[in-house]
């Protein structure tokens, strides 16, 4: 369980400037209480790390160094604010890239310094745990009531996939997680066998909706015990597809695979989550991180929860930008952990 001490003065109000560069975005934020997003600048390098079929944490760092300022820049003209109307400087801590991670702490702090702010280090995954939390854009704070406790967080990215219990104001305590691969990350390494390039998931849920997922059925992987695992599907895709070889062109076989590889990986989300949600008595379940952006596991998650006779209330980040990495779910955290 971590439980967080304020290291700041506890301000009622605050508007926090954020950085988030942990892997291929490079993401300047400004919010107001971490909910009101008065700007979410986001520079993706997808079209760069597209031409390797993933990210090169050099290549990624290079980039970062290249837009951090524009961005920072954009930030700050979008948002219409002054540095004397910012409260203090946020940024990503870890985990990330190294590289990447070292671009936006080092801006954050040179800031921190110049402009006589505090620096508030954030976890990149406690920044995904808050993305719900945040409006979006324009919307009146009275359009979303905020989340209740307690709430049953699933994280699902390219890099971490976890089950976390939200007790109360920053007591997190860590339910599950994946033994192996994060979901994300699967769904970009059968993306790239299948040749749908990088990232894999948009693509793979294009390809799926066109699919028939009764065509191949793939081991749905549940580990004994509440934790996630995600290797031996991969490995059962790459097995299928070498033994179908000749077939990669083949538009439906295409949409199959990915319909049946989808099928598998949001069945054991599902009912990983569900396990949890049925043991822990919740007010609220969010679903978050570069995974919450797929349709087809929202809705599988709705009816599943749907059919409970007290079901808890179910969110997922307003913003489809707000799903994969951006600053403003930095920000979010960063004012609720202060
Ligand atoms: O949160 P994120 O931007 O970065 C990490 O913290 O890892 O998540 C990126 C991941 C990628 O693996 C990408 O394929 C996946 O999120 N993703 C999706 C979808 N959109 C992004 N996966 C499934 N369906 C989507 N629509
Ligand atoms: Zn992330």
């Not at 971490?160 to 997680?177: C, D, I, T, Y």
């Not at 439906?252 to 989300?269: H, K, M, P, R």
């Not at 797929?294 to 006779?309: H, K, M, P, T, Y």
């Amino acid at each position: 369980m971590t439980i967080y001490i304020s290291l700041v003065p506890l301000k009622m109000h605050m508007l926090i400037l954020s950085i988030e560069t942990s892997c291929d975005e490079t993401s300047v934020a400004l919010v107001r209480d971490g909910r009101e997003v008065l700007s979410n600048i986001i520079a993706s390098q997808i079209a760069k790390h597209s031409e390797t079929g993933g990210v090169v944490p050099e290549v990624a760092a290079r980039e970062h160094m290249k837009v951090i300022m524009p961005v920072l820049r954009e930030a700050m003209k979008e948002a219409k604010v002054t540095w004397e109307d910012i409260d203090a400087i946020a940024v990503t801590k870890e985990p990330g890239l190294i590289g990447s991670l070292i671009v936006g702490r080092i801006t954050a702090a040179v800031l921190a310094f110049a402009k006589d702010k505090p620096l508030l280090e954030v976890n990149h995954i406690h920044g995904h745990i808050y993305a719900p939390w945040l409006l979006a854009e324009g919307e009146p704070a009275l359009a979303l009531p905020l989340p209740e406790y307690p709430i049953i967080v699933l994280t699902v990215s390219g890099g971490h996939n976890e089950l976390v219990l939200m007790e109360g104001p920053g007591q997190f305590k860590l339910l599950a997680e994946t033994v192996d691969d994060a979901a994300g990350e699967a769904y970009d390494k059968v993306a790239r066998l299948l040749g749908l390039g990088y990232p894999g998931g948009p693509a793979i849920e294009e390809r799926a909706k066109m699919g028939n997922p009764k065509v191949f059925k793939f081991p749905i992987a549940l580990p004994r015990g509440k934790n996630f695992s995600f290797s031996g599907l991969k490995t059962a895709v790459l097995y299928h597809l070498k033994e179908n070889e000749d077939r990669l062109n083949d538009a439906s076989f295409v949409n199959n695979t990915a319909a049946g590889f989808q099928e598998a990986i949001v069945d054991a989300l599902v009912s990983k989550l569900m396990q949890a949600v049925r043991t822990q008595k919740v007010k609220e379940v969010h679903l978050t991180g570069g995974v919450s952006a797929n349709r087809f596991l929202r809705r599988r998650i709705e009816e599943a929860l749907g059919v409970l006779s007290d079901p808890p209330l179910f969110r997922v980040p307003k913003r489809m930008s707000y799903c994969t990495d951006n600053a403003a779910m930095i920000g979010a955290a960063a004012f609720y952990l202060r």
